[in-house]
């Protein structure tokens, strides 16, 4: 298995950027594909974004060209750059790690991030 360890979160004016990174240890990360999701309070969780093991990304339409999934296989990370935040991005963020190979999936324990004025 993997285990995930997200930070980069906090508080942030309307219009600020916040990166948010995800260190997986305990597996292969490169047999992973990577995910950012989000749940605010009294809703499911939503994907925001993936990425798979050779670089392919998929977005939300509510985050398409304000936000940045990446990842750097050598450092076992994955991470997400969010630009011109709005107040409607305010969430628990998670990473999630699947495993292409057995189909397993993963969970860190969230980070919290807060947009308001």
């Known amino acids: 298995q993997v285990q995930l360890v997200e930070s980069g979160g906090g508080w942030v004016q309307p219009g600020g950027s916040l990166r948010l990174s995800c260190a997986a240890s305990g597996s292969i990360f490169r047999h992973y594909e990577m995910g950012w999701y989000r749940q605010a309070p009294g809703t499911e969780r939503d994907l925001v974004a993936t990425i798979t093991p050779v670089g392919n990304t998929k977005y939300a339409d509510s985050v398409k060209g304000r936000f940045t999934i990446s990842r750097d296989n050598a450092k076992n990370t994955a991470y997400l750059q969010m630009i011109t935040l709005q107040p409607e991005d305010t969430a628990v963020y998670l990473c999630?790690?699947?495993?292409?190979?057995?189909?397993?999936?993963?969970w860190g324990q969230g980070t919290q991030v807060t947009v308001s004025s």
């Open positions: 999630g790690a699947r495993d292409v190979i057995r189909g397993y999936t993963y």
